[in-house]
């Protein structure tokens, strides 16, 4: 981005932004609730862990790497040619076509006979959703303004804390009354149905049009090639993917294990899951985008920094919650220090995707969102669920009964890593906005 570019930017960041119209709020909505469809399916190895584990008989290490490495595989890298083609097509008709795929996979996984079946089934939820996240923050910002974005963004990231919940609600209850395998096949049917409502209630808007640089976008289509070297040329937006990514590695090796570690370890039921850590993941996930999103766009009008100090200071105030929640010796005493860990645990996203769609060119959003994605994914995702399930197979040696509980205690130095890594990001933030005004004179 130009010097021009970013003192414009700058400028914007000062004014007062426009109120957004209910088209773009019917928008929102109809994006966050395919997100959610979107996170439920991603959700449901986690939450249905045990009967799943039970059924295939696999490893924790197995599962670990079914909702980590191999999913992200998938869902990282196909996310880059998809994230092009949105930048250059019809984000919407992207967007539709990916629930529909990632919707059948699901279905899919509900008849798998073996191991290698479900795996392959989820591999193909990967796939599909690969396409979800990334348009959904393009169409985004062509509904909203910059100085509203990080609150509709906090919103649209509502959907993980919506669908996780919802999963554990319904895939749980489901599975209780029936088998882990019907969860699949019946919220996967409902993700085919929504994804037809998509292109009506959430139309392609005009890129650029609230940045007045519509007619620059259409007429200037960016080249794959230069999008991906803009990004990884630009030293903050490359550390605010790898920052996420550390943040992330805690989250996710944190979630998908969570329900797991509870029913294992702690000794709650399945009927016990489908109520009260449904409630934990509502309250600790959507409360942290709500909150987020909304400091973001107040503390972010007079200083850029506030992007990566929002997510650090969160993650401090984590450290503690967490060591408590592993510790607690019942699940009851366990949720209440989970819930404040999930509420600090997420401020990051709604951060880091608002500083990534304001800093690139409306025609490089979906580009450069899937590329934070791949990063992020690709080291929280991939690696971080991964880690806890071989790390549970080591303990399991020395320590059979509480095998997961040491994997987990293993994740706390991580958080000093991200908390690094997002203060090393709010220097950079801050030497950026300085070089900008020294060039501005």
């Given at each position: 981005?130009?010097?021009?570019?970013?003192?414009?930017?700058?400028?914007?960041?000062?004014?007062?932004?426009?109120?957004?119209?209910?088209?773009?709020?019917?928008?929102?909505?109809?994006?966050?609730?395919?997100?959610?469809?979107?996170?439920?399916?991603?959700?449901?190895?986690?939450?249905?862990a045990?009967?799943?584990?039970?059924?295939?008989?696999?490893?924790?290490?197995?599962?670990?790497?079914?909702?980590?490495?191999?999913?992200?595989?998938?869902?990282?890298?196909i996310?880059?040619?998809?994230?092009?083609?949105?930048?250059?097509?019809?984000?919407?008709?992207?967007?539709?076509?990916?629930?529909?795929?990632?919707?059948?996979?699901?279905?899919?996984?509900?008849?798998?006979?073996?191991?290698?079946?479900?795996?392959?089934?989820?591999?193909?939820?990967?796939?599909?959703?690969?396409?979800?996240?990334?348009?959904?923050?393009?169409?985004?910002?062509?509904?909203?303004?910059?100085?509203?974005?990080?609150?509709?963004?906090?919103?649209?990231?509502?959907?993980?804390?919506?669908?996780?919940?919802?999963g554990?609600?319904?895939?749980?209850?489901?599975?209780?009354?029936?088998?882990?395998?019907?969860?699949?096949?019946?919220?996967g049917?409902?993700?085919?149905?929504?994804?037809?409502?998509?292109?009506?209630?959430?139309?392609e808007?005009r890129?650029?049009?609230?940045?007045?640089?519509?007619?620059?976008?259409?007429?200037?289509?960016?080249?794959?090639?230069?999008?991906?070297?803009?990004?990884f040329?630009?030293?903050?937006?490359?550390?605010?993917?790898?920052?996420?990514?550390?943040?992330?590695?805690?989250?996710?090796?944190l979630?998908?294990?969570?329900?797991?570690?509870?029913?294992?370890?702690k000794?709650?039921?399945?009927?016990?899951?489908?109520?009260?850590?449904a409630?934990?993941?509502?309250?600790?996930?959507?409360?942290?985008?709500?909150?987020?999103?909304?400091?973001?766009?107040r503390?972010?009008?007079?200083?850029?920094?506030?992007?990566?100090?929002?997510?650090?200071?969160?993650?401090?105030?984590?450290?503690?919650?967490?060591l408590?929640?592993?510790?607690?010796?019942?699940?009851?005493?366990?949720?209440?220090?989970?819930?404040?860990?999930?509420?600090?645990?997420y401020?990051?996203?709604?951060?880091?995707?608002?500083?990534?769609?304001?800093?690139?060119?409306?025609?490089?959003?979906?580009?450069?969102?899937a590329?934070?994605?791949?990063?992020?994914?690709?080291?929280?995702?991939?690696?971080?669920?991964?880690?806890?399930?071989?790390?549970?197979?080591?303990?399991?040696?020395?320590?059979?009964?509480?095998?997961?509980?040491?994997?987990?205690?293993?994740?706390?130095?991580?958080?000093?890593?991200?908390?690094?890594?997002?203060?090393?990001?709010?220097?950079?933030?801050?030497?950026e906005?300085?070089?900008?005004?020294?060039?501005?004179?």
């Amino acid at each position: 981005m130009s010097s021009a570019q970013t003192t414009e930017g700058a400028a914007r960041l000062q004014s007062a932004p426009a109120a957004p119209g209910s088209r773009a709020w019917i928008a929102l909505g109809m994006l966050c609730f395919v997100y959610v469809l979107n996170f439920l399916s991603r959700q449901l190895p986690a939450i249905l862990a045990k009967p799943i584990q039970d059924s295939l008989h696999v490893s924790d290490g197995k599962l670990g790497l079914v909702g980590g490495l191999y999913f992200a595989l998938f869902y990282c890298f196909i996310s880059i040619p998809v994230g092009w083609i949105a930048d250059r097509s019809n984000r919407s008709i992207v967007l539709t076509v990916a629930c529909a795929i990632w919707s059948t996979a699901t279905m899919c996984c509900g008849i798998a006979a073996s191991y290698p079946q479900f795996v392959a089934a989820y591999m193909t939820v990967g796939f599909g959703e690969a396409g979800g996240v990334p348009p959904s923050y393009s169409i985004i910002s062509d509904y909203f303004p910059t100085g509203r974005r990080g609150t509709a963004l906090g919103l649209f990231n509502l959907g993980p804390a919506i669908g996780a919940t919802l999963g554990i609600a319904f895939g749980a209850a489901i599975a209780a009354a029936f088998s882990w395998r019907y969860a699949f096949l019946i919220l996967g049917g409902a993700g085919l149905f929504v994804s037809l409502g998509v292109p009506l209630l959430a139309p392609e808007p005009r890129r650029g049009a609230l940045d007045g640089i519509a007619g620059h976008v259409a007429s200037n289509k960016t080249r794959f090639w230069q999008s991906l070297v803009m990004f990884f040329s630009r030293p903050s937006l490359t550390l605010a993917a790898v920052a996420s990514g550390a943040n992330q590695f805690i989250t996710y090796g944190l979630v998908n294990f969570a329900v797991l570690f509870l029913m294992r370890e702690k000794g709650m039921a399945l009927k016990q899951v489908a109520i009260w850590y449904a409630l934990v993941v509502l309250i600790g996930v959507g409360g942290a985008m709500f909150v987020s999103g909304r400091l973001i766009d107040r503390f972010t009008r007079s200083s850029k920094q506030a992007y990566a100090l929002v997510p650090a200071a969160s993650l401090v105030f984590a450290i503690p919650f967490y060591l408590l929640f592993v510790w607690a010796p019942s699940w009851h005493l366990a949720l209440l220090f989970l819930v404040c860990t999930m509420f600090l645990n997420y401020f990051y996203l709604s951060s880091m995707v608002t500083l990534v769609q304001e800093e690139v060119r409306p025609d490089q959003r979906v580009m450069s969102g899937a590329l934070l994605l791949l990063v992020m994914n690709f080291i929280g995702l991939g690696l971080g669920p991964t880690y806890v399930g071989a790390a549970s197979d080591f303990f399991h040696a020395t320590h059979p009964g509480h095998s997961l509980q040491m994997a987990l205690y293993t994740l706390a130095p991580f958080y000093v890593v991200a908390i690094l890594l997002f203060l090393v990001l709010a220097r950079m933030l801050f030497n950026e906005r300085r070089a900008a005004e020294v060039r501005s004179q």
